[in-house]
């Protein structure tokens, strides 16, 4: 074992040597082939620990420049953008020479397989219709909303009083994370994992996701010769990975086993592809997993933190269920054993102060931080800034939510008006979207996220039922909770919080 091991570090240390060598041969050419301000990737690893924050100073002290460039170490270099016309010619303009590199796909093919969020082309294209296809279907909306309700009913309100009652402190980012894993088990398979239950019992499949997550994002963000090598004599993290990916896929094929034998009529999404194959389905659904669970609770979980810094914008929300309740109750009474596939969310639809609210919050926190795409051929973006075959374009949402130039002198305000514009007939807020280049918290194009419909209703629902109970109050108060950004924007301490029960 130790002869292994020595072989490892000394393969690493010799890999870093050729890398180190070629990345200066290639660090010239990069600098003089953008006209984009450009720093040493050394600075990345220095502020590694408050990274965005960071960058966000970077593109403050850079104005009037909205693109800068990192030259790494080790060949190659990465832009950063927050400019709106760069996004748009990158997801829609000429998404023709842009693509998933491969640097990302290999390290997230071990989880994700060949799923959406790793792959391009015609690949992508007949993944993107047939996830568009169910995902925006009124009997799709109609499911989400069924089994959100029941959850929030037979769950979540129980649990919550039960700590009301006992004034418990509890961390409410994974009381959270634990409902929207409950949520995209019964939405991907009509599987309930019964994480959110009383006995809050270990969350065994949930952590093997994550943690397979978290070492794919490490993977893109180091050296590959030392990942593959650890992956080669199977050791460190490449060994935990194997290991916790073959748990979580291993469970997802088990259910898709039963399923299938019990010919199952549901509306989940295995339920309605089952002649899809089982690879497929198991990595579709893992995508689900990445794009649904991680991403909403982190909006869910800076949202109510928000909302407790806010209490204005806290009470006008309150006011807006308070509007709302009666109908959304009689709705739901009336469509009990109803077949009919018509839309019955529309009274979340006429919440739209709360829509802002969340706008608003992903503005300033939004769940996947950044996104971009690798050139295949050289290009030039609409800011003048020269690409290279090869160079990897990000843009930086963190950074474009605290941007004076697109949000105005308040921007680090949470304000939802600057989302809405009152109706000159009625009186009434309208919502005011903005293009997903100015908010790609969705992504963006032809890229753009495409469940963000159910998305909004899962946390409108969680909203209603949880804040017109109840009153989050935060445990340590006045203090913005330190973030970590992979592989979603969450509380490093998580949110420690009490409950208090409304009358």
Request: glycine share 4%; aromatic share 12%.
């Amino acid at each position: 074992m130790a002869y292994i091991d020595l072989f490892f570090y000394l393969f690493a240390f010799f890999g870093i040597l050729i890398f180190a060598y070629l990345s200066r041969q290639k660090q010239n050419s990069f600098q003089s082939a953008t006209n984009s301000k450009s720093y040493p990737f050394k600075d990345v690893i220095k502020n590694r620990h408050r990274l965005l924050q960071w960058t966000c100073e970077i593109f403050e002290s850079s104005r009037p420049s909205t693109t800068i460039n990192f030259h790494g170490p080790f060949g190659g270099g990465l832009i950063f953008t927050t400019n709106p016309s760069n996004i748009q010619h990158i997801f829609k303009t000429r998404i023709d020479i842009y693509q998933k590199g491969k640097a990302y796909t290999k390290s997230m093919t071990n989880v994700l397989g060949d799923g959406i969020f790793v792959s391009n082309g015609e690949n992508w294209k007949t993944q993107k219709h047939l996830l568009n296809h169910y995902l925006n279907q009124n009997a799709h909306h109609k499911f989400v909303e069924s089994i959100t309700r029941k959850k929030l009913f037979d769950n979540m309100v129980p649990i919550l009083s039960a700590f009301a009652a006992n004034e418990t402190i509890f961390d409410f980012q994974k009381i959270i994370r634990r409902l929207m894993y409950d949520l995209a088990f019964q939405i991907a398979l009509d599987f309930d994992l019964k994480y959110l239950s009383p006995a809050l019992p270990e969350t065994v499949v949930a952590d093997a996701f994550e943690r397979a997550l978290e070492i794919s994002f490490s993977r893109y963000l180091s050296i590959p010769v030392i990942w593959k090598a650890k992956r080669f004599l199977n050791k460190g993290t490449e060994r935990e990975l194997k290991l916790a990916i073959n748990q979580v896929r291993w469970f997802i094929e088990k259910i898709i086993m039963e399923k299938k034998e019990k010919n199952s009529s549901s509306a989940d999404f295995c339920s309605k592809n089952q002649d899809l194959g089982e690879k497929f389905l198991v990595d579709e659904i893992l995508n689900f997993l990445l794009a649904s669970q991680g991403t909403i609770s982190s909006a869910l979980t800076w949202f109510f933190w928000l909302l407790s810094q806010n209490s204005d914008v806290e009470t006008q929300i309150i006011n807006e269920i308070e509007e709302n309740i009666k109908e959304i109750e009689e709705k739901h009474e009336e469509s009990r054993g109803s077949t009919s596939t018509s839309a019955n969310n529309s009274m979340y639809k006429k919440m739209v102060y709360t829509h802002a609210s969340l706008c608003e919050s992903m503005r300033l926190y939004p769940p996947v931080p950044s996104g971009g795409m690798d050139a295949m051929q050289d290009d030039v973006l609409p800011d003048g800034t020269i690409v290279k075959k090869g160079m990897s374009i990000m843009y930086n949402a963190y950074a474009m939510g605290r941007s004076q130039e697109l949000w105005g002198s308040d921007y680090m305000k949470f304000r939802p008006e600057r989302w809405l514009e009152r109706d000159v007939s009625t009186g009434e807020w309208c919502f005011v979207p903005r293009p997903s280049f100015v908010y790609p918290v969705f992504q963006a194009g032809l890229r753009v996220c495409l469940g963000r419909v159910s998305a909004f209703l899962q946390m409108k629902m969680v909203v209603c039922h949880v804040l017109r109970r109840f009153k989050v109050v935060p445990v340590v108060k006045g203090v913005e909770p330190v973030q970590i950004s992979f592989p979603t924007l969450r509380m490093k301490e998580g949110f420690p919080v009490w409950i208090i029960e409304r009358c």
